[in-house]
């Protein structure tokens, strides 16, 4: 993603955990499982957004979003990286090394960002920072910012509430221990943060701020990314990509569908989790197809050939009121008809 820009200094940080163009390719030959490619998307189709607006770039801070080592990822180290987002010469941005693994990862993130901002950051020259995500990494380098020179006004995106991250995956004493203290904490070191970017209008009083700080924006998408041009089938393929778990109405999905007698029908699931569930759906049943993970490019393929594009999440499922399915708006730019449940956030 290239754009040009009215001015070349880079007044306003973007601290997240995005992969650049170039290497997506090493960030999925090292998973065992599905990279955070929506949340992905999201962190970039937001960066165009913001430089579009402010017309100058933004300098990139990254910390890669990704599952822990040995369980999903294959190597532990994860090396510091620069690139340029820009078509400016000279303009640097980092994708920050840090260590993998479970629970201290986010310790040496949090630190790795630090040295970052510390070694490439004039914090005289900084108007503007952005954090996507409210996390200790993202939240605790917004208020060092902030320290550097208190002017510097800060905004915090949250499209998830901590609480409800990683809804589908597997409970674990020990890690929610600690996720609830560390969840405690955060709400009370967002009191520093100036402004912030929610995705449901229920977010700010869950959060304690003042409306007034905040704007709620749902979702974002490229429209240069729609496609309307439909291939007619015989089969009706009936698509669902992004996590499989219980969480997310998959079981529900696999049930409802198989309820169904028409032979024209077809049943695509294409991501990671509740494999052994969906395999054995796929047994009894010839008429579903699982995928397991696939490349985003592929998932836009599935997306443009399917007839029906369902979303499976349920509205009685608390998360709702404070989430907004980013897959919704990809799905839509495929030219597909979506099925959605009336979700709270929505």
């Known amino acids: 993603m290239k754009t040009e820009y009215l001015k070349s200094d880079s007044k306003f940080v973007f601290l997240g955990g995005m992969f650049f163009e170039g290497q997506e390719k090493t960030v999925f030959s090292n998973s065992k499982s599905l990279p955070q490619t929506a949340s992905n998307k999201l962190q970039w189709n937001l960066i165009k957004g913001l430089e579009q607006n402010l017309k100058a770039p933004l300098k990139l801070i990254s910390a890669l979003f990704l599952g822990d080592f040995p369980k999903k990822k294959k190597k532990a ?44 950051i004039a914090s005289a020259n900084t108007e503007l920072a952005f954090g996507y995500s409210m996390s200790t990494p993202i939240v605790d380098n917004l208020l060092y910012i902030k320290k550097l020179n208190p002017l510097i006004k800060t905004c915090l995106i949250v499209p998830d509430l901590p609480e409800f991250m990683n809804v589908g995956g597997k409970k674990r004493p020990l890690f929610g221990f ?35 700080r905040c704007v709620v924006v749902e979702g974002i998408a490229d429209i240069n990314g729609a496609n309307t041009a439909k291939k007619v089938t015989d089969i009706k393929n009936i698509v669902y990509t992004g996590a499989l778990s219980e969480e997310y109405g998959i079981d529900t999905l696999v049930k409802s569908f198989s309820a169904l007698k028409d032979e024209n029908l077809k049943l695509t ?21 699982y995928l397991g993970t696939v490349s985003n490019e592929t998932a836009r393929e599935l997306q443009r050939g399917a007839y029906l594009l369902v979303n499976p999440r349920n509205s009685s499922d608390e998360y709702t009121k404070y989430s907004f399915p980013s897959k919704i708006l990809e799905y839509m730019l495929s030219g597909t008809p979506v099925v959605s449940m009336a979700l709270k956030g929505i």
């Not at 510091?80 to 078509?87: A, L, M, P, V």
């Not at 203290?181 to 700010?204: A, H, N, Q, W």
């Not at 699931?269 to 197809?289: H, T």
């Open 269 to 289: 699931l294409a991501g990671s989790g509740s494999r052994e569930y969906i395999e054995n759906a796929q047994k009894n049943d010839n008429r579903i197809d």
């Open 178 to 212: 600690l996720k609830r203290i560390d969840t405690k904490r955060l709400y009370k070191k967002i009191k520093g943060i100036d402004y912030f970017v929610v995705i449901s209008k229920y977010m700010p009083e869950k959060l304690g701020v003042h409306k007034n």
């Open 77 to 120: 180290v994860i090396k510091t990286q620069e690139f340029n987002h820009t078509d400016i010469a000279g303009h640097k941005d980092y994708s920050v090394g840090f260590l993998n693994l479970p629970i201290i990862k986010h310790i040496f993130r949090k630190n790795a960002i630090k040295r970052c901002i510390n070694k490439n």
